[in-house]
């Protein structure tokens, strides 16, 4: 079970993938850094950046471009499987929008969405329903003791 990740130098969303325990890949911020190629299905976790576009009309574009130049390799495209976002319910209906652009775009499940860092049970949540639908979601369940 491979997450793919963006997080900004605030690092919500590293923490909590970090806190997720599953392998997990980091797409750059900085465009002088080499870019991540993935070869296996993954969950992509994603926060907005839009900055309350149907608020303001001033950004349409809640996902980073960090995450679009990501899903622009066809090949790292053709690996996610299901995403989730975060945000802050303050953008009101624009709270974890870059979910609902992924989703349509790349024709996967908007699976969870969490506020900033998440709490423990947004943790427990996704980390239950990602197990226990992996199979179903395409994706690789990890390995366990016998
Ligand atoms: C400039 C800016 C714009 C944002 N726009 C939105 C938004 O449109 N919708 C939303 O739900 N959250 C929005 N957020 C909140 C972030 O998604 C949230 O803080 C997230 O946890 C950041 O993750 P990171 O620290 O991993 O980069 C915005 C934050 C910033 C700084």
Redesign the pocket.
Known sequence: MLIV????????????VHKLGFPSARIPLRRTEEPLRVNEPYVLVC????????ISHQ?SR?V?TQVIRFLNDERNRSFIRAVV????????T?????GDVIAAKCHVPYVYRF???GTPEDVETLREGLLSNAEALGLQAPLTAA
């Open positions: 990740y963006f997080s900004s130098a605030t690092e919500n969303t590293h923490r909590f926060p907005t950046y839009g900055g309350g576009a149907s950004n809640p980073p976002s975060s945000g802050n319910t303050n953008f009101g624009d709270y974890g929008k870059a506020e900033l860092l």
